[in-house]
């Protein structure tokens, strides 16, 4: 009864705190606000619910190379805030039952686990960012690769550049290719949107990638520049991996000395407690 009670309790102030946010936010637009919107579009932010998103540049980057929209991102954020809260609420109510707790320590368990999913999902969001951001260094070495081949066939730069990067396959090789495409659209040059790309997501391998492509566009001899640069942005990919296998080989000593002292005072718990009940 008394865990009933709790859960009851958890879930009244979660709908709560809901309420007051909603309160906050804003309320529902009349409808011939959304008939003005698709007629002229929106005038200012009038989304209820970004607060939850957030607006930074590094938040927008971070989507781009996720390839997320802000309402996946939304759904993604209410989702973790709601499985963080409720595994404290269920805790909460856990220790409220055996008798380890009060009751009311119930309301901080929900405020406290809406806060850690607050945070948690953002932390994801940019564990996820930055994988992408740790492949792009492979994916320009295969794409550099693939252009000084072309080049060396007899291909224009330009010509090269599209087609390796049609090539390609993976998230780095998407965003390279829209890139690309917008840049053609707008009468520019291929690396000019490599370049955008990589500045705005900070990749610096774009960058210095779309330095060395202009080079080529310009007519310079840059065949020998593409293929040390290839070499030496494949020799760190494989530098930064095998560090990364060592020290995740690392971290498991940790949990193997831990067990192993589970097991030495498994083994020697009984023969201790007979010494000292003697």
Not at 1 to 18: N, S, W
Not at 202 to 218: C, G, K, N, T, Y
Not at 223 to 250: I, N, P, Q, T, W
Request: proline share 3%.
């Amino acid at each position: 009864m008394t865990a009933l009670v709790g859960a009851l309790v958890g879930l009244l102030t979660a709908a709560g705190v809901a309420l007051v946010a909603r309160g906050l936010v804003g309320v529902i637009p009349p409808l011939h606000v959304f008939a003005a919107e698709l007629n002229h579009g929106r005038t200012g932010n009038t989304d209820r619910w970004g607060w939850l998103i957030g607006e930074s540049d590094e938040l927008g980057a971070n989507l781009e190379l996720v390839g997320w929209t802000r309402d996946e991102w939304r759904v993604h954020r209410l989702q973790f805030i709601a499985a963080v809260g409720g595994f404290a609420v269920v805790l909460a109510v856990l220790l409220t039952a055996v008798g380890f707790t009060p009751l009311v320590s119930v309301i901080p368990a929900v405020a406290i686990g809406t806060v850690a999913g607050w945070w948690l999902s953002l932390a994801h969001l940019k564990e996820v960012a930055g994988s992408v951001k740790t492949e792009a260094s492979a994916t320009v070495a295969v794409f550099l690769t693939l252009v000084q081949a072309l080049m060396a066939a007899g291909a224009g730069p330009n010509g090269a550049m599209t087609a390796a990067v049609l090539a390609g396959q993976g998230r780095v090789f998407r965003l390279m290719r829209d890139a690309m495409m917008d840049a053609q659209l707008n009468n520019a040059e291929p690396w000019v949107g490599l370049g955008e790309l990589g500045r705005r997501l900070d990749i610096a391998d774009l960058v210095s990638l779309a330095s060395s492509l202009r080079q080529a566009s310009e007519g310079a001899s840059v065949g020998e520049s593409l293929s040390a640069k290839a070499a030496s942005l494949r020799d760190r990919d494989r530098y930064r991996r095998e560090a990364d296998m060592v020290a995740r080989s690392e971290s498991m000593s940790l949990p193997l000395v831990g067990m192993a002292l589970a097991f030495v005072v498994l083994i020697g718990y009984p023969a201790v407690a007979l010494l000292l009940s003697t």
